[in-house]
Protein backbone atom coordinates (compact mmCIF):
# COMPACT_ATOMS: atom_id res chain seq x y z
CA UNK A 1 0.00 0.00 0.00
CA UNK A 2 1.36 3.82 -0.84
CA UNK A 3 1.30 5.84 2.88
CA UNK A 4 2.69 8.65 0.54
CA UNK A 5 -0.68 10.74 1.06
CA UNK A 6 -2.60 9.21 3.37
CA UNK A 7 -4.68 11.35 5.24
CA UNK A 8 -6.02 8.86 7.85
CA UNK A 9 -4.95 5.32 9.03
CA UNK A 10 -6.83 2.68 10.91
CA UNK A 11 -4.91 0.51 12.79
CA UNK A 12 -5.70 -2.58 15.12
CA UNK A 13 -5.88 -1.28 19.08
CA UNK A 14 -2.20 -0.61 19.70
CA UNK A 15 -0.98 -1.63 23.13
CA UNK A 16 2.01 -0.27 25.09
CA UNK A 17 4.24 -2.76 26.36
CA UNK A 18 6.43 -0.46 27.94
CA UNK A 19 4.35 1.77 30.76
CA UNK A 20 5.24 3.37 33.99
CA UNK A 21 2.47 4.58 35.85
CA UNK A 22 3.06 5.75 38.93
CA UNK A 23 0.79 5.67 42.13
CA UNK A 24 -1.80 8.29 44.00
CA UNK A 25 -1.90 11.22 42.53
CA UNK A 26 0.44 10.78 39.86
CA UNK A 27 -0.79 7.43 38.78
CA UNK A 28 -4.70 9.13 38.51
CA UNK A 29 -3.53 11.99 36.80
CA UNK A 30 -1.88 10.06 33.86
CA UNK A 31 -3.44 6.84 33.55
CA UNK A 32 -6.61 7.84 31.12
CA UNK A 33 -4.00 8.92 28.63
CA UNK A 34 -3.04 5.57 28.03
CA UNK A 35 -6.12 3.90 28.47
CA UNK A 36 -7.43 6.36 25.26
CA UNK A 37 -4.84 5.17 22.75
CA UNK A 38 -3.87 1.78 24.00
CA UNK A 39 -5.66 -1.53 25.19
CA UNK A 40 -3.72 -3.05 27.18
CA UNK A 41 -0.02 -1.57 28.66
CA UNK A 42 2.95 -3.50 30.74
CA UNK A 43 3.12 -1.98 33.99
CA UNK A 44 6.57 -1.48 35.13
CA UNK A 45 6.78 -2.29 39.14
CA UNK A 46 9.57 0.56 40.00
CA UNK A 47 7.30 2.18 42.76
CA UNK A 48 8.62 3.15 46.12
CA UNK A 49 8.87 0.50 47.31
CA UNK A 50 9.12 -1.79 44.43
CA UNK A 51 6.53 -4.19 43.53
CA UNK A 52 8.14 -7.49 44.39
CA UNK A 53 5.17 -9.79 45.36
CA UNK A 54 2.33 -11.09 43.45
CA UNK A 55 0.58 -9.79 46.10
CA UNK A 56 1.48 -6.34 46.28
CA UNK A 57 0.69 -5.97 42.09
CA UNK A 58 -2.79 -7.51 42.42
CA UNK A 59 -2.96 -4.77 44.81
CA UNK A 60 -1.55 -2.15 42.15
CA UNK A 61 -3.31 -3.39 39.58
CA UNK A 62 -6.92 -2.27 41.34
CA UNK A 63 -5.34 0.82 42.21
CA UNK A 64 -4.69 1.40 39.01
CA UNK A 65 -8.04 0.74 37.50
CA UNK A 66 -9.83 2.52 40.56
CA UNK A 67 -7.47 5.57 39.39
CA UNK A 68 -8.75 5.12 35.72
CA UNK A 69 -12.46 5.42 36.80
CA UNK A 70 -11.81 8.54 39.09
CA UNK A 71 -10.34 10.02 36.02
CA UNK A 72 -13.21 9.60 33.50
CA UNK A 73 -11.95 6.79 31.72
CA UNK A 74 -13.50 2.77 31.24
CA UNK A 75 -11.79 0.38 33.26
CA UNK A 76 -13.60 -2.25 31.14
CA UNK A 77 -11.85 -1.28 28.16
CA UNK A 78 -8.14 -1.36 29.56
CA UNK A 79 -6.40 -4.48 30.69
CA UNK A 80 -3.42 -3.37 32.91
CA UNK A 81 -0.52 -6.52 32.46
CA UNK A 82 0.94 -6.44 35.69
CA UNK A 83 5.03 -7.07 36.30
CA UNK A 84 7.17 -8.15 39.20
CA UNK A 85 10.67 -6.31 39.88
CA UNK A 86 13.17 -9.00 40.41
CA UNK A 87 15.35 -8.39 43.22
CA UNK A 88 18.48 -11.10 44.68
CA UNK A 89 15.89 -12.86 46.51
CA UNK A 90 13.03 -13.08 44.25
CA UNK A 91 11.65 -16.71 44.92
CA UNK A 92 10.98 -19.57 42.23
CA UNK A 93 7.66 -19.94 44.45
CA UNK A 94 6.97 -16.10 43.82
CA UNK A 95 7.22 -16.06 40.04
CA UNK A 96 4.87 -19.76 39.71
CA UNK A 97 2.38 -17.59 42.48
CA UNK A 98 2.97 -14.59 39.29
CA UNK A 99 2.05 -16.69 36.47
CA UNK A 100 -0.74 -18.75 38.27
CA UNK A 101 -2.65 -15.48 39.03
CA UNK A 102 -3.14 -14.71 35.08
CA UNK A 103 -2.56 -10.93 35.90
CA UNK A 104 0.77 -11.04 36.43
CA UNK A 105 2.60 -10.96 32.90
CA UNK A 106 6.72 -10.51 33.05
CA UNK A 107 9.32 -9.89 35.26
CA UNK A 108 11.42 -6.62 35.35
CA UNK A 109 15.18 -7.07 36.03
CA UNK A 110 16.67 -3.08 36.97
CA UNK A 111 20.10 -4.09 37.56
CA UNK A 112 20.88 -2.41 40.61
CA UNK A 113 21.25 1.72 40.51
CA UNK A 114 20.48 1.71 36.77
CA UNK A 115 17.92 4.16 36.33
CA UNK A 116 15.21 5.53 38.94
CA UNK A 117 14.08 3.25 41.67
CA UNK A 118 16.40 0.74 41.26
CA UNK A 119 18.23 1.05 44.33
CA UNK A 120 16.32 -2.40 45.07
CA UNK A 121 17.22 -4.13 41.52
CA UNK A 122 19.76 -7.27 41.00
CA UNK A 123 23.40 -6.94 42.26
CA UNK A 124 24.16 -10.40 40.21
CA UNK A 125 21.70 -11.71 37.99
CA UNK A 126 23.60 -15.46 36.77
CA UNK A 127 25.06 -15.54 40.89
CA UNK A 128 22.04 -14.57 42.83
CA UNK A 129 18.98 -15.11 40.27
CA UNK A 130 19.56 -18.57 38.54
CA UNK A 131 16.45 -20.16 40.25
CA UNK A 132 14.30 -17.31 39.64
CA UNK A 133 15.05 -17.72 36.35
CA UNK A 134 15.02 -20.82 35.63
CA UNK A 135 11.13 -20.93 37.29
CA UNK A 136 10.27 -17.84 34.34
CA UNK A 137 12.14 -20.40 31.98
CA UNK A 138 9.72 -23.05 33.34
CA UNK A 139 6.33 -21.14 33.17
CA UNK A 140 7.25 -19.52 29.93
CA UNK A 141 7.37 -15.40 31.76
CA UNK A 142 9.13 -13.30 29.77
CA UNK A 143 11.92 -11.32 31.31
CA UNK A 144 12.20 -7.57 30.58
CA UNK A 145 15.47 -6.50 30.85
CA UNK A 146 16.88 -2.68 31.60
CA UNK A 147 19.73 -3.33 29.85
CA UNK A 148 22.97 -1.44 30.95
CA UNK A 149 25.43 -1.98 33.06
CA UNK A 150 26.32 0.15 36.13
CA UNK A 151 29.95 0.13 36.14
CA UNK A 152 31.04 3.87 36.67
CA UNK A 153 33.72 3.51 34.69
CA UNK A 154 32.08 2.72 31.64
CA UNK A 155 31.04 6.04 29.58
CA UNK A 156 27.12 6.76 29.96
CA UNK A 157 26.86 5.94 26.02
CA UNK A 158 28.52 2.83 26.22
CA UNK A 159 26.49 1.57 29.02
CA UNK A 160 24.00 -0.44 26.78
CA UNK A 161 26.52 -1.89 24.32
CA UNK A 162 28.58 -3.00 26.82
CA UNK A 163 25.51 -5.07 28.98
CA UNK A 164 24.98 -6.82 25.31
CA UNK A 165 28.55 -8.67 25.67
CA UNK A 166 28.55 -8.81 29.31
CA UNK A 167 25.20 -9.49 30.59
CA UNK A 168 23.06 -10.51 27.68
CA UNK A 169 24.59 -12.75 25.80
CA UNK A 170 25.94 -14.90 29.29
CA UNK A 171 22.31 -14.49 30.02
CA UNK A 172 20.66 -16.31 27.38
CA UNK A 173 23.36 -18.62 26.83
CA UNK A 174 22.62 -19.94 30.15
CA UNK A 175 19.12 -19.23 29.87
CA UNK A 176 18.94 -20.43 26.24
CA UNK A 177 14.41 -21.00 26.52
CA UNK A 178 14.00 -18.33 28.40
CA UNK A 179 11.89 -15.58 26.98
CA UNK A 180 13.31 -11.98 26.84
CA UNK A 181 12.20 -8.66 26.22
CA UNK A 182 15.19 -5.86 25.33
CA UNK A 183 13.60 -3.05 26.59
CA UNK A 184 13.81 0.65 25.48
CA UNK A 185 16.78 -0.43 23.10
CA UNK A 186 18.58 2.86 22.16
CA UNK A 187 21.78 1.55 20.20
CA UNK A 188 22.45 -0.21 16.92
CA UNK A 189 24.25 -2.91 18.94
CA UNK A 190 20.92 -3.33 20.84
CA UNK A 191 18.78 -3.44 17.87
CA UNK A 192 21.58 -5.62 15.53
CA UNK A 193 21.66 -8.07 19.34
CA UNK A 194 17.56 -8.54 18.58
CA UNK A 195 17.63 -8.73 14.92
CA UNK A 196 20.33 -11.95 14.38
CA UNK A 197 20.25 -13.48 18.04
CA UNK A 198 18.71 -17.00 18.22
CA UNK A 199 15.98 -17.99 20.43
CA UNK A 200 13.10 -15.94 21.93
CA UNK A 201 13.79 -12.73 21.95
CA UNK A 202 12.34 -9.13 20.93
CA UNK A 203 12.70 -5.65 21.76
CA UNK A 204 10.85 -2.27 22.29
CA UNK A 205 11.83 1.04 21.03
CA UNK A 206 10.11 4.27 22.31
CA UNK A 207 8.88 7.15 20.35
CA UNK A 208 12.00 9.70 21.94
CA UNK A 209 14.91 7.25 20.58
CA UNK A 210 13.29 7.03 17.05
CA UNK A 211 12.72 11.16 17.05
CA UNK A 212 15.60 12.35 18.41
CA UNK A 213 19.21 12.02 19.07
CA UNK A 214 21.53 12.90 21.43
CA UNK A 215 21.72 16.70 20.58
CA UNK A 216 18.12 17.15 21.39
CA UNK A 217 19.22 16.99 25.14
CA UNK A 218 21.93 20.02 24.82
CA UNK A 219 20.18 22.04 21.93
CA UNK A 220 20.69 26.18 23.10
CA UNK A 221 21.46 25.37 26.94
CA UNK A 222 20.27 21.89 28.63
CA UNK A 223 16.75 20.27 27.97
CA UNK A 224 16.43 18.05 30.68
CA UNK A 225 12.61 16.94 29.02
CA UNK A 226 14.88 15.43 26.97
CA UNK A 227 16.56 13.22 29.30
CA UNK A 228 15.75 9.35 30.20
CA UNK A 229 17.39 6.58 30.52
CA UNK A 230 19.13 4.84 28.57
CA UNK A 231 19.93 8.52 27.16
CA UNK A 232 19.51 9.21 23.67
CA UNK A 233 22.44 8.47 21.30
CA UNK A 234 24.39 9.62 18.51
CA UNK A 235 22.36 9.83 14.72
CA UNK A 236 23.50 6.42 14.04
CA UNK A 237 21.61 4.82 16.68
CA UNK A 238 18.66 6.07 15.70
CA UNK A 239 18.55 5.54 12.69
CA UNK A 240 19.41 2.14 13.40
CA UNK A 241 16.58 2.13 15.83
CA UNK A 242 14.18 3.85 12.93
CA UNK A 243 15.25 0.61 10.43
CA UNK A 244 14.52 -1.80 13.17
CA UNK A 245 11.44 -0.36 14.24
CA UNK A 246 9.45 0.31 10.87
CA UNK A 247 11.46 -3.45 8.91
CA UNK A 248 8.73 -5.76 9.76
CA UNK A 249 10.56 -7.72 11.96
CA UNK A 250 7.96 -9.63 14.87
CA UNK A 251 11.03 -8.81 17.00
CA UNK A 252 11.08 -5.29 17.77
CA UNK A 253 7.77 -3.68 19.15
CA UNK A 254 6.31 -0.41 20.68
CA UNK A 255 6.69 0.35 24.25
CA UNK A 256 6.49 4.21 24.99
CA UNK A 257 8.59 4.14 28.33
CA UNK A 258 6.51 6.84 29.28
CA UNK A 259 7.88 8.14 32.80
CA UNK A 260 6.21 11.13 34.36
CA UNK A 261 8.10 13.06 36.85
CA UNK A 262 7.00 16.44 38.05
CA UNK A 263 8.40 19.49 36.72
CA UNK A 264 10.24 20.88 39.20
CA UNK A 265 12.08 17.01 39.53
CA UNK A 266 12.80 17.69 36.03
CA UNK A 267 13.90 20.99 36.35
CA UNK A 268 16.51 20.67 39.00
CA UNK A 269 19.92 20.47 39.37
CA UNK A 270 19.62 16.64 39.46
CA UNK A 271 17.08 16.10 37.41
CA UNK A 272 15.03 12.75 37.05
CA UNK A 273 15.31 10.46 34.05
CA UNK A 274 12.47 9.61 31.96
CA UNK A 275 10.10 11.51 29.16
CA UNK A 276 5.92 11.79 29.60
CA UNK A 277 5.06 10.55 26.03
CA UNK A 278 1.29 8.46 26.67
CA UNK A 279 -0.73 11.64 26.18
CA UNK A 280 0.47 11.40 22.54
CA UNK A 281 2.14 7.92 22.22
CA UNK A 282 0.66 7.27 18.65
CA UNK A 283 0.73 10.97 17.19
CA UNK A 284 4.84 10.66 18.28
CA UNK A 285 5.14 7.19 16.59
CA UNK A 286 3.04 8.03 13.47
CA UNK A 287 5.37 11.35 13.22
CA UNK A 288 8.86 8.71 13.05
CA UNK A 289 7.08 6.29 11.44
CA UNK A 290 6.01 8.87 8.46
CA UNK A 291 9.28 10.24 8.29
CA UNK A 292 10.74 6.96 7.26
CA UNK A 293 8.25 6.70 4.78
CA UNK A 294 7.13 3.48 6.38
CA UNK A 295 3.81 4.49 7.81
CA UNK A 296 2.40 1.01 6.40
CA UNK A 297 4.17 -0.71 8.86
CA UNK A 298 3.42 1.07 12.04
CA UNK A 299 0.27 -1.87 12.57
CA UNK A 300 2.64 -4.75 13.29
CA UNK A 301 5.03 -2.60 15.28
CA UNK A 302 2.40 -0.88 17.54
CA UNK A 303 -0.59 -3.51 17.47
CA UNK A 304 0.71 -7.35 16.29
CA UNK A 305 4.54 -7.97 17.50
CA UNK A 306 3.79 -7.17 20.91
CA UNK A 307 0.84 -9.50 21.57
CA UNK A 308 1.98 -12.31 19.36
CA UNK A 309 5.45 -12.39 21.33
CA UNK A 310 3.90 -12.51 25.01
CA UNK A 311 1.57 -15.36 23.31
CA UNK A 312 -1.56 -12.88 24.08
CA UNK A 313 -4.25 -12.46 21.77
CA UNK A 314 -4.52 -9.49 19.37
CA UNK A 315 -7.09 -6.66 20.15
CA UNK A 316 -10.41 -6.82 17.95
CA UNK A 317 -10.82 -2.35 18.29
CA UNK A 318 -9.32 -0.07 16.07
CA UNK A 319 -7.76 3.18 16.46
CA UNK A 320 -7.71 6.09 13.77
CA UNK A 321 -4.82 8.37 13.37
CA UNK A 322 -5.79 11.54 11.18
CA UNK A 323 -3.57 14.13 9.44
CA UNK A 324 -4.03 17.05 11.34
CA UNK A 325 -1.78 19.68 13.03
CA UNK A 326 -1.69 18.75 16.66
CA UNK A 327 0.02 21.27 19.30
CA UNK A 328 1.46 19.56 21.96
CA UNK A 329 0.47 21.37 24.99
CA UNK A 330 2.82 22.78 26.96
CA UNK A 331 2.10 21.46 30.37
CA UNK A 332 -0.21 19.48 31.81
CA UNK A 333 -1.96 19.01 35.75
CA UNK A 334 -0.28 16.36 37.52
CA UNK A 335 -1.34 16.29 41.27
CA UNK A 336 -0.76 19.60 43.01
CA UNK A 337 1.72 20.21 40.27
CA UNK A 338 2.94 20.36 36.27
CA UNK A 339 4.24 17.76 33.87
CA UNK A 340 5.85 18.62 30.60
CA UNK A 341 5.11 16.12 28.03
CA UNK A 342 7.78 15.05 25.13
CA UNK A 343 7.69 17.88 22.60
CA UNK A 344 5.89 20.45 24.47
CA UNK A 345 4.90 23.20 22.78
CA UNK A 346 5.68 21.71 18.97
CA UNK A 347 3.11 20.54 16.37
CA UNK A 348 3.13 17.44 14.87
CA UNK A 349 0.93 16.25 11.78
CA UNK A 350 -1.05 13.24 13.33
CA UNK A 351 -3.95 13.17 15.71
CA UNK A 352 -5.37 10.28 17.12
CA UNK A 353 -9.12 10.05 17.08
CA UNK A 354 -9.80 8.94 20.31
C1 LIG B 1 12.11 5.46 34.11
C2 LIG B 1 11.35 6.03 35.33
O1 LIG B 1 11.35 7.25 35.51
O2 LIG B 1 10.75 5.25 36.04
N1 LIG B 1 12.93 6.51 33.56
C3 LIG B 1 13.42 6.56 32.31
O3 LIG B 1 14.21 7.47 32.02
N2 LIG B 1 13.09 5.69 31.38
C4 LIG B 1 12.89 4.28 34.52
C5 LIG B 1 13.42 3.48 33.35
O4 LIG B 1 12.66 2.87 32.59
O5 LIG B 1 14.64 3.46 33.16
ZN1 LIG C 1 11.05 2.31 31.75
Same mark, same amino acid.
Given at each position: MSTQNTTQLTITRPDDWHL +???DGAALEAVVADTARQFARAIIMPNLKPPVTTTEQALAYRGRILEALAKAGGNPAAFTPLMTLYLTDNTSAEE???? +???????AVKLYPAGATTNSDAGVTDLLGKCATALEALEKCGMPLLVHGEVTDPSIDVFDREAVFVDRVMKPLRRAFPALKVVFEHITTKEG?????DAEGPIAATITPQHMLYNRNAIFQGGVRPHWYCLPILKRETHRQALVDAATSGSPRFFLGTDSAPHARGLKEHACGCAGCYTALHAMELYATAFEAAGKLDKLEGFASFHGPDFYGLPRNTGTLTLVREAYQVPDDLPFGNTTLVPLAAGEALAWRARV
Open positions: +HLRIFRA +HESGQVYAEYVR
